[in-house]
């Protein structure tokens, strides 16, 4: 590979020779290097839910239909970044808590009730996305999804205006 530095009477000009250089050129570059060996995204799924009304009085937890979604980790030591958001129209003025569950085992789960927006019709709890990283320590495939329930039982509904997703991502670890 050639180098040239512009610069009048300091300006350099040389080769650097192919031995020192991994790839020939930063086209011909199509893999991180094999020292890069944690942090790198190995496998993405994904479930999106279309808008299906579903309400929530109770205060235990229950599931979200739908908004499950399977991966198969490739290794025991990798962990698992899972992504949801929940889309909410409410009369109320508590909120809800929302937990992640793997199998039947609940690995996370919110603590607080959410900020009430008002646009003018309907109160709207805008919740942002909610995020986990989960470490299954299994190669057998794991299965995620979202529970919500009501703070003070009161009637709410999710998935009327806003779709609610969630989303995994196995991460090398």
Do not use: H, W
């Amino acid at each position: 590979m050639a180098i040239t530095r512009i610069g009048g009477a300091t300006a350099i000009t040389g080769t650097i020779p192919q031995g020192n250089i991994a790839n020939a050129s930063l086209g011909a570059v199509t893999a991180l290097p094999g020292a890069i060996a944690t942090g790198k995204v190995l496998q993405v799924s994904n479930f999106v839910q279309a808008s299906s009304q579903q309400t929530f009085s109770s205060t235990s937890y229950a599931d979200l239909t739908n908004v499950t979604v399977n991966i198969t980790p490739s290794s025991t030591s990798n962990k698992i970044l899972i992504v949801a958001n929940i889309g909410s129209d409410t009369n109320n003025n508590e909120g809800y808590g929302m937990q992640f569950v793997r199998g039947s085992t609940s690995i996370y789960a919110t603590k607080q009730t959410y900020t009430l927006y008002t646009d003018g019709v309907t109160q709207i709890y805008n919740v942002n996305m909610f995020n986990y990283y989960d470490s299954p320590n299994s190669t057998s495939q794991q299965t995620y999804k979202v529970q919500i329930r009501s703070y003070d039982s009161a009637s709410m509904n999710i998935n009327t205006s806003y779709n609610s997703n969630i989303q995994v991502m196995e991460i090398a670890g």
